[in-house]
Structure formats: C-alpha cells, structure tokens
C-alpha cells in the first residue's frame, strides 16, 4: 500500500490551506524535475547572460525554474507573497491570500552542467506577519532533490517526511519521521575556502582531519557537492554536518547562503529531524531578519558534530 502525498497532506493536522500551498510547490517541483530531466537535449543549459540581485550569473534553467514557480503559485490564491532567490523585490499577490512562500527555485545551479543533483527550496510563512520573519515562525519548509530519483522532503515543524516522484509525476510517501543521526564520521564544507576560515572552524576541521590521532578521537570522512540540497540529503539520510561559515571573504554580505529560503528552511527541517542548526553562536532559526536576500553563516546536521563547532565558537 503507497500513499500519496495528496493523500498523507489530508491526514495532517495542518490548516488546509498551507496543506494545499505544500501541494502547489510540489507541483512546481514535479514539473521543474520534467525539465531537468531533458533539458540538455532542448538545449536548455548554460547562462541566460544576465545577474541576479546577489550579482550572481543566472543560468537558463535558474530562470526557467523560477518562471514554473511564479506561474503556480499564481495559480493559488491562498498565496499572497512570493519571495524568490531569483527576483530582486518580493512578487505580491492582490489575492487577499494568507500565506507567503520563499524559494530556492534551483539550488546549486552551478552542478546542472555536469548532470549532479540540484534542487528547489522553500519555506512558507504567514502573510500577515510581513517579510522578514524569525525562521521559528515558519508554518512548513521543504525542499525537492532532483538526483538519480526526485525527492521531496518536507517538516511543518515536528517531524520530516520524504516522497519520492514515481513514473506517473506523483509524489508517494518513501520515508516518515526521518531522524538525523546524533553522531556521524562526515563533514561538508568548502575546504577550498580554509585560509579565510575563522579560528573555530579550523579548530573544528583540524580536529576531523586529524582523525582517531587528534582530539576527536575518530576517522572523518570529506563530502561537499557543492549542492546545499544534496548535501543536505546526505544528511538527513545517514547523518554528517554541512557548514557554510561566515569567513573573512564572505564577511561583509554575512556569509555566502541566503537566511529566507536557505538557512531557515533548511535549519527547519534538520531541527524537526533531531539534528541541529546555528551560525555557530546563534540558533539560526532566532535570527529577525532585515532584509529579504540576507545572508547568513550556516552550520547544521548531526546534534554532537554541531555542538563541537557551538564549543570551538565559545572557546574562539
Ligand atoms: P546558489 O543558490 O546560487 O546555487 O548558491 C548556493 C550554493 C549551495 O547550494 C552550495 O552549498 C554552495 O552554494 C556552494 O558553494 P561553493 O561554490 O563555495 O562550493
Ligand atoms: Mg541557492
């Protein structure tokens, strides 16, 4: 027996409505994994020659991703605000809607041309409370993983949930409950990055690299896709730390990931899980917000791992 996620939404104790507004990004998930799917053979690959807000090069599909969003969205009136990685100001709805959703359209676009998994985020608010709100006042988060399947994972708070995208563009229920593993012997970070790296997280991956000779006492093992989804995934299903930190480059944006549709939901999802999220001196999910495309340093995933960056943050 399967179940849909059409079907595990109407079992929820959530108000129908944000139910329906995880449906419709679903929908937007299903049809932007169509596109992935053959997007090199409709020749929809490489740039669309111009930057986003965050001065970033768009990519052709990072555009088409954002253009299936928008147009579902539009299409439910229970969604008065979107706002998006891809679009400078936030989209408003004259639809009296009750809710706000924030996304990723296509998370780690940089790995689309080498055919490694990406993804969209998102994270859906209450309307009324306005745009920049704490990531603890979320109402759901999600994320769909566009890997060799299509994954769509999903908290409203509590507890997490993974659907798997099967032959027939529906979403059916392939994990419940998903808890992160306390302990891991994995980490993810940019180490490309480590002469802008702070004090406590050289002292933190010195002590992994060390291995079962250092302080940690055990072999780590190195994983970074350079797709935060991906690499979130890993997590969620065998455990690891992911950290994007606030470096001495990334210092004056304040830090490379954005707050609204990639640190929060993503730091939702991995607390609803068991895990935990912070920027090494703050939960995350604390944080008001000042400004739609804030950034944000991010460290979260297995509970003891990040309590060991929270102890290298104290003693730094
Ligand atoms: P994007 O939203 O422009 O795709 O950037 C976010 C991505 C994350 O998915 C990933 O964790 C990170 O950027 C990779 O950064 P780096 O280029 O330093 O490896
Ligand atoms: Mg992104």
New binding site residues.
């Given amino acids: 027996m399967t179940t849909t996620l059409a079907e595990w939404l109407a079992a929820q104790p959530v108000d129908q409505k944000l139910a329906r507004a995880v449906a419709t990004m679903a929908a937007a998930s299903a049809e932007i994994a169509a596109v992935l799917r053959i997007a090199p053979i409709e020749g929809e690959t490489g740039l669309a020659g111009h930057t986003n807000v965050?001065g970033?090069a768009q990519k052709l599909l990072?555009v088409i991703s954002n253009d299936i969003v928008l147009n579902h969205i539009g299409q439910n009136s229970d969604i008065s605000i979107l706002v998006s990685?891809e679009l400078d100001e936030a989209v408003h709805f004259d639809n009296g809607g009750a809710l706000l959703v924030a996304t990723?359209p296509?998370?780690?676009?940089?790995n689309l041309d080498v055919n490694v998994t990406?993804?969209t985020i998102f994270s859906i608010l209450d309307a009324s409370k306005g745009l920049l709100q704490k990531g603890s006042a979320q109402l759901a988060a999600g994320y769909a993983a566009y890997g060799p399947s299509t994954s769509f994972v999903l908290t409203f708070g509590t507890s997490v949930a993974v659907f798997t995208l099967d032959q027939s563009d529906t979403f059916v229920l392939t994990k419940d409950k998903v808890a992160v593993s306390p302990a891991s012997g994995e980490y993810a970070i940019?180490t490309?990055?480590e002469r802008f790296w702070d004090a406590a997280t050289k002292g933190y991956v010195d002590e992994n690299v060390a291995g079962e000779t250092g302080l940690a006492g055990k072999r780590y093992n190195m994983r970074?896709?350079?797709?935060?989804?991906?690499?979130i995934h890993r997590i969620l299903m065998r455990g690891g730390i992911?950290l994007?930190p606030l470096d001495s480059e990334t210092l004056e944006k304040g830090g490379?990931?954005?707050l609204l549709y990639?640190g929060n939901p993503m730091a939702l999802i991995v607390t609803a899980a068991g895990g935990k999220a912070t920027t090494g001196r703050k939960n995350i999910l604390d944080i008001q917000p000042t400004d739609i495309h804030q950034r944000v340093p991010v460290v979260l995933g297995s509970s003891e791992e990040v309590t060991r960056v929270e102890a290298w943050y104290k003693k730094a």
């Fill in positions: 965050q970033e990072d990685e990723d296509l998370d780690g676009s940089s990406v993804g940019n490309a990055r970074w896709v350079g797709s935060m989804v991906a690499d992911f994007y490379r990931l954005r990639e």
